[in-house]
Nanobody, 118 residues
Framework: QVQLVESGGGLVQAGGSLRLSCAAS????????MGWYRQAPGKQRDLVAT???????NYADSGKGRFAISRNNAKNTVYLQMNSLKFEDTAVYYC????????????WGQGTQVTVSE
């Protein structure tokens, strides 16, 4: 089992920055890729960014050029640096991790609220 705990959300003004953290515990040796997803009220949960075990990132168009995902495997932690925040970035941000199992197991954090004021 893997447990994920997000932190770093909050209220910021448009144009500001925020860094989210996600700490994994439990069977962290089995984690392959990790990622961030977000869900605004009344909308579906969308991909924000993913990162492989070796550190290769992938970004959705919504955050490309503004967001940066990174991870520290020794600390079992993944980060999302968000710059030039927009009002439409407002959402609950969820950390995700999947394992090397075939098919891989999927784990989710409880979410952290990000609110961007205009």
């Amino acid at each position: 089992q893997v447990q994920l705990v997000e932190s770093g959300g909050g209220l910021v003004q448009a144009g500001g920055s925020l860094r989210l953290s996600c700490a994994a515990s439990g069977a962290t040796f089995s984690i392959n890729s990790m990622g961030w997803y977000r869900q605004a009220p009344g909308k579906q949960r969308d991909l924000v960014a993913t990162i492989t075990r070796s550190g290769r990132p992938n970004y959705a168009d919504s955050g490309k050029g503004r967001f940066a995902i990174s991870r520290n495997n020794a600390k079992n932690t993944v980060y999302l640096q968000m710059n030039s925040l927009k009002f439409e970035d407002t959402a609950v941000y969820y950390c995700n991790a999947n394992t090397y199992s075939s098919p891989g197991n999927d784990y989710w954090g409880q979410g952290t609220q990000v609110t961007v004021s205009e």
